[in-house]
């Protein structure tokens, strides 16, 4: 038998040729390529450190604002993040403010862990700067407590108590290192989420997050993936952003990754950031097809470090699938750190037992509320209101996870390939599953989602 080439990850490994050449309708779901307005890094990122939106260029503010003993300080993403942007650009920002006189003690980095565990030395090393900086600054390197050491700062209005971290309130100078990027009930991601959650304190956490709640439908309309208008989240977010800006001097340095790669740079004041990723962003992260996809394989490469984090792929996979109980969807993610949250972990085990429905009222009643509320309670919902349209059980997750808790607990199929290699196989099993158990879909749409980042609109969504 003969099969498409469909490359997708399975953790690092590339898995292919799962299709078979029988099926008609089979898309891999990729935008169209991207061709950056630079082709060299390093006179890109001066052009837009000289040329900044909304902002005196970073030279000049550096020179304004540092004196000896004052504390220049960088802001970065976690070890859930790629990090691919920080390793980029803290090399050469470092080495342009030694050259403009700034001591090498002056100079901290902080990591915007929000209410997320605290990375671990090796984490910071191998996930978030690299062996060779982590040597030279891993001194210098300060890590957010959302529970200590956060001063409270102002409220936005709609009344969330806006806490940052004191280490942060005392910089002479803010430097966010941001990677934008859609996410799933926030709209999009950088930016000013590095302020909010990322140093927030978690009096500020609880209340900005659950604005993403609806009884009803889960989320509310507008928290979902690539939306910003009318979205309560990050409509708060940018508040508590620009009331820090206020206060406090900052020049972000925004960029965009595609496939590993820097392809898009910008920098100055944060919300213009903010705002000018969004049409680059739109251009590389959405995808537009007809029809939705009777079964739809889904990575998160890598980052498939947990079940936590690989539920974007399942959303990602939900925006793409038809919404008639009917489609599969197929994530692949090892997971081999298991569930990742002892906030989704809670509430999927207390709501095991109920009806979807009830179970996802219950979450949120129970979870969702500014006084319950912690990071990972906000995964049920999402995955609750997934199963309204997609069948429990009927997304299937190829993992080193017990298959028997996932079934039971988090109302998926799990299927646990002996090897990384092994996983072709059970893909092609569950093709084939696919079209023995639809006899009324002999020629199932069939679509491969490699890049769990993207968006897929379907012009014709009857089901």
Not at 25 to 33: A, G, N, R, T, Y
Not at 276 to 284: D, G, H, I
């Amino acid at each position: 038998m003969s099969f498409y080439k469909t490359p997708i990850k399975y953790g690092a490994t590339v898995v292919d040729e799962f299709i078979p050449l029988a099926l008609k309708e089979v898309s891999v779901l990729e935008v169209e390529d991207y061709k950056p307005d630079f082709d060299d890094f390093e006179a890109k990122l001066n052009d837009v450190l000289e040329n900044p939106i909304g902002s005196k260029s970073f030279d000049e503010l550096v020179q304004e604002v540092y004196e000896p003993g004052k504390t220049i300080m960088f802001i970065v993403d976690d070890n859930t993040r790629p990090n691919i942007h920080t390793r980029a650009l803290l090399p050469p920002l470092t080495k342009r403010l030694i050259g403009f006189g700034v001591r090498e003690e002056d100079i901290k980095i902080i990591i915007a862990s929000g209410s997320h565990k605290k990375p671990a030395p090796e984490a910071i090393e191998n996930r978030i700067l690299g062996s060779q900086l982590y040597a030279k600054w891993k001194d210098h390197v300060l890590i957010h407590d959302c529970d200590a050491g956060n001063r409270p700062f102002d409220k936005t209005s709609r009344g969330t108590p806006i806490f940052i971290d004191e280490q942060v309130l005392e910089a002479s100078l803010l430097i966010p290192l941001s990677d934008s990027e859609y996410h799933y009930f926030a709209g999009q991601a950088g930016t000013v989420k590095l302020f909010c959650p990322g140093v927030a304190g978690r009096e500020t956490i609880q209340v900005n997050l659950p604005r993403m709640f609806d009884l009803e439908r889960g989320f509310v309309e507008g928290c979902r993936l690539g939306n910003c208008d009318g979205n309560p989240v990050i409509e708060d977010m940018i508040e508590i952003a620009s009331n820090v800006k206020e206060k406090l001097r900052m020049f972000c340095v925004d960029t965009i990754v595609n496939h590993g790669e820097i392809v898009y740079l910008e920098a100055g004041d944060l919300i213009e950031c903010h705002k000018a990723a969004a049409e680059p962003l739109r251009k590389l992260r959405v995808v537009e097809v007809d029809e939705p996809g009777d079964i739809v394989f889904v990575s998160v490469g890598e980052l498939g470090l947990n079940l936590y984090q690989a539920g974007k792929g399942i959303h990602a996979a939900w925006n793409a699938v038809r919404h008639d109980l009917k489609g599969w969807i197929v994530l692949l993610a090892p997971c081999q750190e298991g569930i990742g949250s002892e906030g989704y972990e809670e509430a999927m085990y207390a709501s095991k037992d109920m009806m979807v429905k009830d179970a996802l009222k219950f979450v949120i009643e129970t979870y969702g509320s500014e006084e319950t509320f912690k990071i990972g309670n906000q995964k049920p919902p999402d995955l609750y209101r997934i199963f309204l349209d997609v069948a429990e059980h009927n997304v299937k997750v190829v993992t080193e996870l017990d298959t028997n808790e996932l079934w039971d607990v988090y109302r998926m199929e799990g299927i646990n390939p002996q090897t990384p290699q092994d996983a072709q196989r059970i893909m092609r099993g569950l093709v084939d599953r696919f079209v023995q158990d639809n006899p009324d879909t002999p020629s199932p749409r069939v679509y491969v989602l490699p890049d769990a980042g993207l968006l897929v609109e379907v012009k014709n969504r009857s089901r």
